[in-house]
C-alpha cells in the first residue's frame, strides 16, 4: 500500500512538471512572437552588422559616442515599446532604444546596467526588462567585434527620453542626446 501511494503522489509531481514546462514553452512563444523584429522580407531590412543599416525611424538614430573603448551607436527608438511579456510600471510607458555597441580595445567590457536614460523632466531613470529581442546583456568585445540589443526604460506619459547617461549613481555622465 505504501509503494503504491508513493507511485501516485510521484505520478502526480511529474504531470505538474511537465504542465509546468508546457505553459512556460507556450507564454515563451507567445513572447517570442510579440516581440521578435520583422524578417527583412517583410519591408523592415536590417542590416547585418558592419554594413549599413537601412534608414530608421528615429531622428537620432545614428548618433554614436564612444567611452570605456566602446562605441555606442542608436539604431532607433520604439516609444513606446510594443507590449510583450513584461509589465510596465503602473501610470507609464516603456521606451526602448536599439543600440549597437562595437569594440575599439582590445578586451573592452560592456553592461546594460550602466546606461540610464535623462528625461525630460531632469530624472534619471534606470533600466526595465525590454519586450523586444535581443536585449542588450553584458560582456567583452574585441576590436571591431559589434553586439546589438535593446535596452527599456519606463518613463512617465508626459516625460520624453532627452539623453542616454553612462555610470553608476552620481557618476553618471552624458553619453548620447535622444532629442
Given at each position: 500500500?505504501?509503494?503504491?501511494?508513493?507511485?501516485?503522489?510521484?505520478?502526480?509531481?511529474?504531470?505538474?512538471?511537465?504542465?509546468?514546462?508546457?505553459?512556460?514553452?507556450?507564454?515563451?512563444?507567445?513572447?517570442?512572437?510579440?516581440?521578435?523584429?520583422?524578417?527583412?522580407?517583410?519591408?523592415?531590412?536590417?542590416?547585418?552588422?558592419?554594413?549599413?543599416?537601412?534608414?530608421?525611424?528615429?531622428?537620432?538614430?545614428?548618433?554614436?559616442?564612444?567611452?570605456?573603448?566602446?562605441?555606442?551607436?542608436?539604431?532607433?527608438?520604439?516609444?513606446?515599446?510594443?507590449?510583450?511579456?513584461?509589465?510596465?510600471?503602473?501610470?507609464?510607458?516603456?521606451?526602448?532604444?536599439?543600440?549597437?555597441?562595437?569594440?575599439l580595445?582590445?578586451?573592452?567590457?560592456?553592461?546594460?546596467?550602466?546606461?540610464?536614460?535623462?528625461g525630460?523632466?531632469?530624472?534619471?531613470?534606470?533600466?526595465?526588462?525590454?519586450n523586444q529581442?535581443?536585449?542588450?546583456?553584458?560582456?567583452?568585445?574585441?576590436?571591431?567585434?559589434?553586439?546589438?540589443?535593446?535596452?527599456?526604460?519606463?518613463?512617465?506619459?508626459?516625460?520624453?527620453?532627452?539623453?542616454?547617461?553612462?555610470?553608476?549613481?552620481?557618476?553618471?555622465?552624458?553619453?548620447?542626446?535622444?532629442?
Amino acid at each position: 500500500m505504501r509503494w503504491s501511494r508513493a507511485l501516485l503522489i510521484l505520478a502526480g509531481g511529474v504531470l505538474l512538471f511537465l504542465a509546468g514546462i508546457l505553459t512556460f514553452a507556450e507564454r515563451e512563444g507567445e513572447r517570442v512572437g510579440v516581440t521578435t523584429p520583422p524578417a527583412a522580407d517583410a519591408g523592415n531590412p536590417r542590416a547585418p552588422l558592419g554594413e549599413s543599416a537601412a534608414p530608421a525611424a528615429s531622428p537620432v538614430a545614428g548618433r554614436a559616442a564612444e567611452v570605456d573603448g566602446v562605441r555606442y551607436t542608436i539604431i532607433d527608438i520604439a516609444d513606446p515599446e510594443p507590449p510583450g511579456v513584461f509589465p510596465v510600471k503602473a501610470g507609464h510607458r516603456r521606451v526602448g532604444i536599439l543600440l549597437e555597441l562595437e569594440g575599439l580595445q582590445p578586451r573592452a567590457s560592456y553592461n546594460f546596467s550602466l546606461l540610464r536614460l535623462r528625461g525630460s523632466d531632469g530624472q534619471l531613470y534606470t533600466w526595465a526588462l525590454s519586450n523586444q529581442e535581443p536585449a542588450l546583456r553584458m560582456g567583452v568585445l574585441e576590436p571591431g567585434q559589434a553586439v546589438e540589443g535593446w535596452i527599456a526604460y519606463d518613463l512617465p506619459p508626459a516625460v520624453r527620453p532627452a539623453a542616454l547617461e553612462y555610470g553608476r549613481g552620481v557618476s553618471a555622465v552624458p553619453l548620447l542626446t535622444l532629442e
